[in-house]
């Protein structure tokens, strides 16, 4: 697997760092299909464990090019994650789809998108804009915005209210946060604007959008994404699979678990030229 690293800017300046990974035997008078991974919340385009490494080598090996990148505020692109929005990850996602697209070595309709976790919500987001050949779901956190879920995720700005309260719309939860200028989740700080951006995205109204083939799997010992979730994302894209990976956790860590997906995500791949 040849390593070539790339870099965009964007309009305000903020530069996005990432690889593209190309076969060994790389030619760029070729045309290759194309997988772009998109990574999670908090994550970085490597993975935990090397994970998206281990998924570009599987895949470069049998023709494939994978393209990743950091999305702003991780890892080695610019930018604080403290500002951190859903919608800019859209427009990041965008753009590097975009910069994939006018490589001369990527054949154009054979762009696939593979999101993992926050990943997986933003290929679902923006899949009705690019319109990939299709797309590889990795647990995706397509409950995320809702605000129970938010809540056992341990949001401190939920933690301390009523079941009653949980209950109420969304714009009122977040009128009683206007006082609060950052949540904490998961030991980092992040702008309260996150919430007020990503709790009125319609997930599930994007899904029923796009309509290519999409692959889905989670492991069936996700502490973060629950199976309900899944099984309604499946429901709501028009062309949808959805595979549970016996004892996988959220990261995928197992090796063997790891060659299960690489296979079957190949496998789907190659059955959507």
């Known amino acids: 697997m040849q390593y070539f690293y790339e870099q965009m800017s964007k309009k305000d300046g903020i530069i996005l760092r990432g690889v593209v990974n190309t076969p060994d035997d790389f030619n760029p008078s070729k045309k290759y299909p194309t997988a772009i991974f998109y990574h999670g919340f908090g994550g970085d385009r490597n993975g935990s464990a090397w994970f998206r490494g281990q998924n570009s080598q599987y895949l470069t090996d049998r023709g494939y090019i994978t393209i990743r990148f950091d999305f702003s505020g991780t890892n080695e692109s610019d930018g604080d994650f403290y500002d951190m929005t859903v919608s800019r990850e859209e427009e990041e996602a965008i753009m590097i789809y975009d910069f994939t697209k006018l490589r001369q070595f990527v ?8 999101g993992h976790s926050l990943g997986g919500v933003i290929s679902t987001l923006i899949a009705p804009k690019v319109n990939p050949k299709a797309i590889v779901l990795l647990a995706p956190a397509s409950d ?21 309260e949980i209950k109420l719309d969304k714009k009122e939860i977040l009128k009683k946060a206007h006082d609060l200028a950052a949540v904490d989740i998961g030991g980092e700080k992040l702008n309260i604007g996150f919430l007020r951006d990503f709790l009125p995205k319609d997930i599930y109204g994007q899904a029923s959008k796009y309509q290519g083939n999409v692959l889905i799997m989670r492991g069936t010992e996700d502490e973060l994404v629950f199976n309900d979730s899944n099984e309604k994302l499946e429901k ?3 062309n949808a699979s959805y595979q549970q990976i016996e004892g996988a956790d959220h990261s995928f860590k197992n090796y063997d678990h790891r060659q299960i997906i690489f296979k079957k995500m190949y496998d789907f791949l190659e059955s959507n030229k």
């Open 107 to 114: 054949d154009r309709d054979r762009i696939y998108l593979v």
């Open 236 to 238: 709501a894209y028009p």
């Open 144 to 164: 995320m915005n809702d605000l129970n879920y938010l809540k056992i995720m341990g949001i401190n700005f939920l933690e301390e209210k009523s079941e009653e």
